[in-house]
């Protein structure tokens, strides 16, 4: 399988700015035969808002808005499935009322939605403006891909690999131990990941991954390491946003993780600090 992360750091509100930064990644990287293409958590909006006022105006119908049109066309220009994070706002028509998501929207190759992931684990900024998907978490046949998992994160109690709000005992691994359950060979893992870095390291070493943070989703996921009883690997793939927002900063270091009877392999990994396409052969 041949999987592509996009890892950049989009500018807060800027939809346009951020969809034609993507556009030149890609241009740039001129990516061939991809099965996956994935972006991070709120890819072109941006993601510390912080209110609901602040984000109110980039909410994207569901899976109808600017970050799935763009999917689309991009799935059908290099035929592979493109996954997506955006801020949903979805209306019930028959009560009329409003409910906001941070999700991800999957299409296939032929640009067609298949998928749209309400984040379950909320961080306290999602609190602001977003409620918790009612689903659970996603998994799905996905044709050429097989079995899809697909949770969304950012650092500490707001993501879907951590305890419910902490609330549940640590060593429970929730996100991991669905995705043995539900027999799922690939994991989709779009991400806002803050850094525990000081800022000046993405300056000075951007090229350099963020260890503690490979290591922490690792531990997370630790479950996979047993495998789900046929030996087969379990992919990983995890696009994180690079960049700053203000006093926000994020860890980069976008991946493509293999767990498979008790060992891990790393398909590759980008630095904390580039915007880059990691394009892997799995």
């Known amino acids: ?16 700015q951020n969809i034609q930064r993507a556009e030149a990644l890609l241009r740039n990287a001129a990516p061939q035969n991809l099965d996956l293409l994935i ?37 059908r220009r290099l035929n592979c499935y493109v996954t997506v994070g955006y801020p949903e706002i979805a209306h019930a028509s028959e009560d009329r009322s409003v409910s906001r998501y941070n999700s991800a929207v999957m299409v296939s190759p032929a640009g067609s939605v298949i998928a749209n992931y309400r984040k379950h684990h909320l961080y306290t900024t999602d609190e602001t403006w977003a409620e918790e998907g009612r689903d659970g978490f996603f998994v799905s046949d996905v044709s050429a891909l ?19 709000r902490y609330i549940a005992p640590f060593h429970r691994y929730e996100f991991a131990t669905h995705v043995l359950a539900s027999s799922a060979t690939l994991v989709l893992l779009p991400m806002a990941w803050l850094t525990s870095e000081p800022p000046l390291t993405l300056q000075t070493a951007p090229e350099l991954p963020d260890t503690a943070t490979i290591q922490y989703w690792q531990s997370r996921l ?16 995890v696009c994180n946003r690079s960049g700053s927002e203000g006093k926000t900063h994020y860890a980069g270091t976008s991946s493509v993780i293999g767990f498979q009877s008790g060992a891990i392999r790393r398909y590759g990994v980008l630095g904390r600090g580039v915007e880059d396409l990691l394009v892997v052969e799995t």
């Open 1 to 16: 399988m041949r999987i592509a992360c996009l890892q950049f750091a989009p500018s807060l509100g800027k939809i346009s």
């Open 39 to 75: 972006l991070p958590e709120l890819a072109f909006t941006g993601y510390s808002f912080g209110s609901l006022s602040g984000i109110s105006p980039h909410l994207e119908a569901t899976a109808a808005g600017p970050s799935t049109i763009w999917a689309s066309s991009t799935a």
């Open 146 to 164: 097989g079995n899809v998992a697909m949770g969304i994160f950012v650092q500490l109690e707001g993501m879907d690999i951590n305890p419910y």
């Open 222 to 237: 630790q479950p996979l390491l047993e495998g789900n009883g046929d030996g087969r690997e379990i992919l990983v793939v």
